[in-house]
């Protein structure tokens, strides 16, 4: 089970969201229903995105930046998780020096800070708009209210603290309360599959916040074939393409491998036939296209599960509620209860089985399943601090954990878990002072 949402409309959401991306955040294209091959023609006044014509325009343009925000914050993370290593530039697609390193820097991370910014206030700001317009399809108002739910949730998920609209620095939880109320409204007002998406993205906020219960009741009701993805495309330019796979590709960036990483023995490659399927990749005899700090020359071994540009990335999946069901038995005790859920995942992909004696093999195995459950989904840095911040049992593999210097071992000096606030922000922003995150 997945999208009902057809590839050929989301690419005419895409001709109209193209168009939105050109203008400031406080307009957004408005493009008629009635000619989807229209020239942009620039420009239009605020007040006639107060019409229910411009409502779908308004609703892509929200999953737009929902979309461009997930492919800097996802990539970015996934270098500091060591989901992927890098194996080539610092520029464009590549990875810079100090994300290699595990630094999350506040002069490093305008771009992620604004358009994870932008994505959550044209959320907010396109249901407001419909809202006193008057939705023309209650459908469009629950994607509007489920696109700003995920906006929010990758925010809380990812980001040391909240801003809001020129505040001062606040608690990420506030993120995590504009994203239950998102859903909340998203699961009410629509149906189907986007109503399931919006329990789904609940549940794992509800993770996040540590309400297991809650937790436990939204992702009881999603079963495991169902995903919700999130739709990019290689004909739009960069903003549209999935970043992961682009930055991947053997021309012209080769910008991050899987060797030196936790996945290089275990998942399915030319070297490992009978490895996890969920986790693939390739190996090749080449190298990537520019030494990398710790370690030269690395060899370049790309990822396969995202196969163009154009690949969907999963926001939510059945497979992430077991987990979620599984981690909330290793919080009640029950780990024998946690491990036979993880196994149920493990069986139906084909893989052996996870075992473990004890409550902290347990962890371990829960830790190791949803890297590789949700792997390269930009939700591997939010783990990371929440499993430190409540001080979980269970490791993390060596090849995801700091060294304190480029050895064989690990070739993360640091590991940042979460993007500060950004300079950007902090220069423009007079209710902040300084670096902060």
């Known amino acids: 089970m997945t999208n009902t949402t057809t590839k050929a409309a989301r690419i005419r959401a895409a001709d109209l969201i193209g168009k939105a991306a050109l203008l400031p955040a406080a307009l957004i294209a408005l493009v008629s229903a009635c000619d989807i091959d229209v020239v942009n023609p620039g420009r239009v006044q605020e007040e006639f995105l107060f019409e229910t014509a411009a409502q779908e325009a308004i609703v892509a343009g929200i999953g737009r930046a929902m979309g461009e925000a997930q492919n800097w914050v996802g990539y970015t993370s996934a270098a500091i998780s060591r989901e992927l290593h890098p194996s080539g530039s610092t520029g464009s697609f590549g990875i810079q020096v100090e994300w290699q390193n595990g630094e999350l820097d506040y002069e490093t991370v305008n771009t992620h800070?604004?358009?994870?910014?932008?994505?959550?206030?044209?959320?907010?700001?396109?249901?407001?708009?419909?809202?006193e317009t008057g939705a023309s399809e209650q459908a469009l108002l629950a994607e509007a209210y489920l696109w700003t739910g995920y906006a929010y949730r990758l925010l809380g998920e990812n980001f040391c603290l909240s801003v809001i609209d020129g505040e001062g620095a606040g608690d990420r939880s506030l993120y995590y309360d504009r994203a239950i109320a998102r859903f909340d409204q998203a699961a009410s007002l629509g149906s189907g599959d986007l109503a399931m998406a919006a329990v789904a993205g609940r549940a794992a906020v509800k993770a996040f916040m540590g309400d297991w219960a809650g937790a436990v009741s939204d992702a009881s009701g999603i079963p495991d074939?169902?995903?919700?993805?999130?739709?990019?495309?290689?004909?739009?330019?960069?903003?549209?393409?999935?970043?992961?796979?682009?930055?991947?590709?053997?021309?012209?960036?080769?910008?991050?491998?899987?060797?030196?990483?936790?996945?290089?023995?275990?998942?399915?490659?030319?070297?490992?036939?009978?490895?996890?399927?969920?986790?693939?990749?390739?190996?090749?005899?080449?190298?990537?296209?520019?030494?990398?700090?710790?370690?030269?020359?690395?060899?370049?071994?790309?990822?396969?599960?995202?196969?163009d540009a154009g690949a969907d990335i999963p926001l939510s999946k059945g497979t992430e509620m077991r987990l979620i069901e599984a981690e909330a038995m290793l919080q009640s005790g029950d780990w024998q209860g946690a491990l036979a859920r993880i196994n149920m995942l493990r069986s139906a992909a084909g893989v052996d089985m996870a075992e473990a004696s004890s409550a902290a093999e347990a962890w371990t195995a829960l830790k190791r399943e949803r890297g590789i459950v949700l792997w390269l989904e930009g939700r591997r840095l939010g783990d990371f601090f929440r499993w430190n911040r409540d001080n979980t049992p269970g490791d993390r593999h060596p090849l995801e954990t700091p060294s304190g210097s480029q050895n064989e071992g690990s070739h993360l000096i640091q590991q940042d878990l979460c993007f500060p606030i950004s300079r950007g922000e902090v220069d423009t922003n007079p209710n902040i002072n300084g670096p902060t995150g």
């Open 113 to 131: 800070w604004n358009v994870s910014q932008r994505a959550r206030w044209w959320g907010d700001d396109g249901v407001a708009k419909i809202m």
């Open 225 to 307: 074939g169902f995903t919700w993805h999130l739709p990019y495309w290689d004909t739009y330019g960069d903003a549209t393409r999935n970043r992961i796979q682009f930055a991947s590709q053997a021309e012209p960036y080769k910008a991050h491998t899987q060797r030196y990483t936790k996945y290089e023995d275990y998942a399915m490659s030319e070297n490992n036939p009978d490895g996890d399927p969920r986790v693939p990749y390739r190996v090749t005899d080449e190298t990537g296209d520019a030494a990398v700090q710790c370690c030269g020359q690395v060899p370049w071994w790309p990822q396969t599960k995202y196969p």
